[in-house]
């Protein structure tokens, strides 16, 4: 980890930028987030990471209680790769549906984190659990500054710029096979090896993946997946690509950190 950091617009210089993540299932952030969440540990970013889903329907060889188990430890050994800060799932698989609850839940770590970057999956994506999270997470998000929201577990309210970005859909189309492009893209490149070591620690996921899905290979899958963003970018060799949600409400109208980091 580098020493210096780098600087956000809006925010002191040298101050320490501060990413959440938040996916649905374990393993969605490492197929679609986790090359811009190494790039940004390389240069010194404190990240935050949280599985809405406890991923306990993945499987055909397991149980659902043993398989929570067994995926927790999966998301912690990954979330460990980058020294994130870990925050157990709150639900199980096909149960995250778009409710207060879940939102105070969520706005709860999203105050307990204070970042200047929150990630999380499309807003229109192929699986409903994937939709859902995106939508909690940006309601959650919306409320940091809000003292009159109560969430839970309670935390303070707290005033600041948010950046509020959403990943590509798994498979880059959306339910009804449209085509779904980014604002913009990072080039994973250089680190697509490590988000390969990182996306390996899900290990009960490759035999479940395979056969449900019929994927030849789990990680090579994301490897084909990222050389076709990289193809879209028409500048790199693998990438992700990124929507910025509208910041209306989240920041200020030229906070655009991950841009600034990037572009």
């Not at 240069?43 to 188990?69: D, F, Q």
Request: hydrophobic share 40%; charged share 20%.
């Amino acid at each position: 980890m580098v020493n210096s950091y780098p600087t956000f617009s809006k925010t002191p210089e040298g101050q320490k930028p501060v990413i959440l993540a938040v996916g649905c299932h374990p393993d969605d952030i490492e197929f679609m987030m986790s090359g811009t969440l190494i790039r940004l540990h390389d240069m010194g970013a404190e990240i935050h990471y949280m599985n809405m889903a406890n991923g306990n329907c993945g499987s055909r060889e397991y149980g659902r209680n043993e398989l929570a188990v067994i995926r927790a430890k999966e998301a912690q050994a990954a979330a460990d790769y980058i020294n994130a800060s870990w925050y157990p799932p709150i639900k199980n698989d096909l149960e995250v549906t778009y409710s207060l609850d879940l939102v105070r839940k969520v706005a709860s770590v999203v105050r307990q984190a204070a970042p200047d970057i929150v990630l999380t999956p499309a807003l229109h994506d192929y699986m409903e659990d994937h939709m859902n999270t995106a939508r909690i997470v940006t309601t959650a998000a919306f409320t940091i500054a809000m003292p009159n929201f109560t969430v839970t577990p309670p935390v303070d309210s707290l005033v600041k710029n948010v950046a509020l970005y959403h990943a590509l859909p798994y498979g880059l189309h959306d339910m009804l096979m449209n085509r779904v492009s980014p604002h913009f893209y990072i080039d994973v490149s250089s680190v697509l090896s490590r988000k390969q070591e990182m996306l390996g620690r899900h290990a009960s996921q490759r035999n479940w993946l395979d056969e449900s899905q019929r994927l030849d290979s789990y990680l090579q899958t994301m490897v084909d997946q990222d050389r076709e963003v990289g193809k879209m970018s028409e500048r790199f060799e693998f990438a992700e690509g990124w929507i910025q949600h509208n910041p209306l409400g989240y920041g200020d109208a030229d906070f655009k950190p991950l841009q600034d980091l990037f572009c």
